[in-house]
């Protein structure tokens, strides 16, 4: 079975410049997460999709972070624009409908603003 | 709100020895608990989790935590450890019912030949 897929694994880009993540759970799995981990912090939850829609986003810096599950499968995480404390790792997540406790973790993107 | 703590963020270990990684969490509601792990260049892994029922839980590769609630901790141990457990271990908490989990600071488990 093929894991959670993200994309690009780096990325290094200017303050003010906009950046995405792209993110392909594993199949069938209905529950989709975004996290952001910064350096010596644990993840924390910036949103949820059950299938295309947004259960939680609650966490999510809405001022200049988006993200979509156009057609419940893939994902995308924006920022526009970057600032220097968005410099972390963006991991990705999913689950099945009938056991969202146990999540499944992409290898995540690391994104260093500069 | 919940909160996890792992006062440990770095525990060097050799091979063979047993190991312990702490974890305390503070919350007013019964608890949901997980050890996540990530080795070098992976995503996280759920390690073990404390749903409801026996308080020890245990993984398939020998580690174990046991969910003390009058002490509110959820602590990891190994008899003996690997090589290959050298990683990352991250405690957390969900709570009254919620599956989002609150995680710690992480601890890094080093384990020397």
């Known amino acids: 079975e093929a894991g959670v897929a993200q994309s690009p694994r780096y990325k290094i880009i200017e303050k003010r410049q906009s950046v995405a993540f792209w993110c392909n759970p594993i199949?069938?799995?209905?529950?989709l997460y975004w996290y952001q981990q910064i350096l010596g912090q644990g993840p924390k939850l910036l949103i949820q999709?059950?299938?295309?829609?947004?259960?939680?986003d609650s966490q999510l810096p809405k001022d200049r972070f988006s993200a979509e599950r156009l057609k419940g499968v893939d994902s995308t995480l924006k920022i526009q624009p970057a600032k220097l404390e968005d410099s972390a790792v963006y991991l990705c997540?999913?689950?099945?409908?009938?056991?969202?406790?146990?999540?499944?973790f992409g290898p995540g993107t690391r994104l260093t603003v500069l | 709100a919940q909160s996890v703590t792992q006062l440990d963020s770095q525990v060097p270990v050799f091979e063979e020895a047993p190991v312990e990684l702490r974890c305390n969490y503070s919350?007013?509601?019964?608890?949901?608990l997980f050890w996540y792990v990530q080795y070098p260049n992976q995503g996280l892994q759920l390690l073990l989790k404390?749903?409801?029922?026996?308080?020890l839980v245990k993984s398939i590769n020998g580690f174990e935590a046991e969910f003390n609630k009058s002490q509110t901790s959820f602590h990891l141990r190994k008899p003996s450890v690997h090589i290959s457990d050298t990683a990352e271990y991250f405690c957390?908490?969900?709570?009254?019912?919620?599956?989002?989990?609150?995680f710690g600071r992480g601890t890094s488990l080093i384990v020397h030949p």
């Open positions: 997540a999913s689950s099945l409908g009938s056991r969202l406790f146990e999540q499944f």
């Open positions: 199949s069938g799995h209905a529950t």
């Open positions: 999709f059950q299938n295309n829609g947004v259960v939680d």
């Open positions: 919350s007013s509601v019964s608890v949901y």
């Open positions: 404390y749903l409801s029922g026996s308080t």
């Open positions: 957390a908490v969900s709570e009254g019912g919620s599956y989002i989990p609150t």
